[in-house]
């Protein structure tokens, strides 16, 4: 696109694990073909995701933006679990592009409207989202809290869901790594399940749903529940408000949390279970299932 003539600014995060040498790399070739590369925010490890686009059409500016919750790499991308959003949104194409102005300049970035970012409001909106789920338990509603991670450690949000998990919200967990909540203790987590699925593939999509009386909110984000992703790196988590797209996450956390071929579930005492299908229930294997689901149906362009 650079070498056509087109405006390009990118942001690359040199100190990105294991591929510190090749983003350098890129980045010289990048400014060889006339891109403007850019790298971040001082004191702050660019981690979000995120692509724009920025074209003119029938006279006026429109915005396209890709959102990720895995990086850009031919790499990773083969082994990697990760989901990604394409979208001509107004709105979310102003927040995102906030977001790259402020990679990009010394400009501060406005309130945003329909993003989270870290190490700004990210952190607050989360638990804001659990205590509104503890309100609505106690005006007599339901709540559940369903999140995917790579990994949940950050000790204020763990707090937060073992409030949660006192008034009455059914909290279930997938997280592939580290967690530092204890699930199931008596009186502390009697009504939060964790669980890590362990297959062919690396799980590395976060996803965060929240009940809301009904109303179902559901983000993606590049962001997993620790210190560093809450107050060290640039994050987003982005809302998914398309009816269809939506069913298609929530029908694939169910089957996470369904899962009785590659699930462990996390005990009280902090060592895991490998879960075994019950007599009359049929194997299922979420890993396998999206794959074969793919296969058979690719998706439309």
């Given at each position: 696109a650079?070498?056509?003539?087109?405006?390009v600014t990118?942001?690359?995060e040199?100190r990105?694990?294991f591929?510190?040498?090749?983003n350098?790399?890129?980045?010289?070739r990048?400014?060889?073909?006339?891109?403007?590369?850019?790298?971040g925010?001082?004191?702050f490890?660019?981690h979000?995701?995120?692509?724009l686009?920025v074209?003119?059409?029938d006279g006026?500016?429109k915005?396209?933006?890709h959102?990720?919750t895995?990086?850009y790499?031919?790499?990773?991308?083969?082994?990697?679990t990760d989901?990604?959003?394409f979208?001509a949104?107004?709105q979310l194409?102003?927040d995102?592009?906030?977001?790259?102005?402020?990679?990009?300049?010394m400009m501060?970035?406005p309130?945003?409207?329909r993003v989270?970012?870290?190490?700004?409001?990210l952190h607050?909106?989360?638990?804001e989202?659990?205590?509104?789920e503890i309100?609505?338990v106690?005006n007599?509603g339901?709540?559940?809290?369903?999140?995917?991670l790579?990994a949940l450690?950050?000790p204020e949000v763990?707090?937060?869901?073992y409030?949660?998990s006192?008034?009455g919200v059914?909290?279930d967990?997938?997280v592939?790594?580290?967690?530092?909540?204890r699930?199931?203790?008596?009186?502390?987590?009697d009504n939060i399940r964790?669980?890590?699925?362990?297959?062919?593939?690396?799980?590395h999509?976060?996803?965060?749903y929240f009940h809301?009386n009904?109303?179902e909110?559901?983000f993606c984000?590049?962001?997993?529940?620790m210190d560093r992703?809450?107050?060290?790196?640039?994050e987003?988590?982005y809302?998914?408000?398309?009816?269809?797209?939506?069913?298609r996450?929530?029908a694939?956390?169910?089957?996470f949390l369904?899962?009785?071929?590659?699930?462990?579930?996390?005990?009280a005492?902090?060592?895991?279970?490998?879960?075994a299908?019950?007599?009359?229930?049929?194997p299922?294997c979420?890993q396998?299932?999206?794959?074969?689901m793919?296969?058979?149906?690719p998706l439309?362009?």
């Amino acid at each position: 696109a650079a070498e056509a003539g087109k405006e390009v600014t990118v942001s690359i995060e040199l100190r990105a694990r294991f591929d510190e040498a090749a983003n350098i790399q890129l980045a010289n070739r990048l400014q060889e073909a006339g891109a403007h590369v850019v790298y971040g925010v001082v004191g702050f490890k660019t981690h979000c995701k995120m692509a724009l686009v920025v074209r003119r059409e029938d006279g006026r500016l429109k915005r396209y933006v890709h959102l990720g919750t895995g990086n850009y790499h031919p790499g990773t991308a083969r082994v990697y679990t990760d989901y990604s959003l394409f979208s001509a949104d107004e709105q979310l194409g102003e927040d995102i592009h906030e977001v790259f102005m402020q990679l990009t300049s010394m400009m501060q970035t406005p309130p945003l409207k329909r993003v989270y970012e870290a190490p700004f409001q990210l952190h607050v909106k989360i638990l804001e989202h659990i205590e509104q789920e503890i309100r609505n338990v106690e005006n007599g509603g339901a709540g559940h809290i369903i999140a995917k991670l790579n990994a949940l450690v950050e000790p204020e949000v763990i707090q937060a869901l073992y409030k949660a998990s006192c008034a009455g919200v059914f909290i279930d967990l997938v997280v592939r790594g580290i967690c530092c909540l204890r699930p199931g203790v008596p009186g502390v987590s009697d009504n939060i399940r964790v669980r890590s699925i362990i297959g062919r593939f690396l799980e590395h999509s976060r996803v965060y749903y929240f009940h809301a009386n009904g109303e179902e909110k559901v983000f993606c984000s590049s962001a997993d529940w620790m210190d560093r992703n809450f107050f060290r790196r640039v994050e987003v988590a982005y809302p998914i408000e398309d009816p269809d797209i939506k069913a298609r996450l929530l029908a694939d956390l169910d089957l996470f949390l369904n899962d009785n071929q590659q699930a462990w579930e996390l005990q009280a005492d902090g060592s895991y279970k490998k879960i075994a299908p019950k007599v009359d229930a049929d194997p299922t294997c979420a890993q396998s299932t999206l794959l074969a689901m793919f296969a058979d149906s690719p998706l439309p362009l």
